[in-house]
């Protein structure tokens, strides 16, 4: 069976294109700017959106295919097949950190919402607001899917746990830089920075004993 690190990336994604460091690298970037250059206003009606839906849930099919005939695996034995692991994931402690950190992040940014803030400071601590908005959301979900494609322990499983962890341990760690700097400058909010400081490092060291043999950070 060939390598399957070396044939895709498999889950490695964050979905923010504009601060990722592979878009030249990535088939899908490319793709989906083709798409919006065919359409200089973008898309502006709801048929249209569903087309396009459509038309990646078909080409993300087509991949996967593909992909499963070069690894020599029967995808239409696995449409028959339950293959999903039987994991409880509310039992699990790292799933259950993930999740509280997640909201309590979101509970943090929907406070910082209705507070007055001079808009000068708003505009300094966009870049932080922004990242903690959009990753807060990635780290619970990335270490859902992580846990669970481990316990299916076959070698795409494991795999996807890689590359899922990967992204959930760089989540916290772009979400720990926006905390410490929202923490610098907005001290009326010290109490609940502190706190998710506290619990993004303890979620930190969750992932790497979780996941360090298959992100080599053990011997």
Not at 74 to 96: C, G, V
């Amino acid at each position: 069976m060939k390598s399957l690190s070396k044939i895709a990336p498999y889950n490695k994604c964050d979905y923010r294109c504009e601060s990722c460091v592979h878009i030249h690298e990535c088939r899908l970037f490319k793709k989906e700017i083709g798409e919006q250059l065919k359409h200089e206003n973008g898309l502006k009606d709801i048929d249209a959106v569903l087309t396009n839906i459509h038309r990646i849930i078909f080409d993300t099919i087509s991949m996967l295919q593909q992909k499963a005939k070069e690894l020599g695996l029967n995808a239409e034995k696995f449409e028959e097949e339950n293959t999903d692991p039987k994991i409880d994931l509310e039992k699990i402690p790292l799933y259950r950190m993930g999740h509280d950190f997640s909201m309590a992040c979101f509970q943090f940014l929907q406070k910082l919402s209705k507070t007055r803030i001079s808009e000068k400071k708003i505009q300094r601590l966009k870049p932080e607001i922004e990242d903690l908005s959009w990753y807060h959301t990635i780290v619970s979900t990335k270490i859902a899917r992580a846990l669970t494609s481990q316990a299916a322990g076959d070698e795409f499983g494991l795999e996807d746990a890689k590359n899922s962890a990967t992204v959930a341990r760089s989540a916290v760690n772009i979400c720990l830089v926006a905390l410490e700097n929202l923490l610098e400058h907005l001290p009326d909010f010290h109490h609940d920075l502190e706190h998710l400081l506290q619990v993004n490092l303890q979620l930190n060291n969750g992932i790497d004993e979780q996941f360090g043999y298959l992100l080599n950070l053990t011997d």
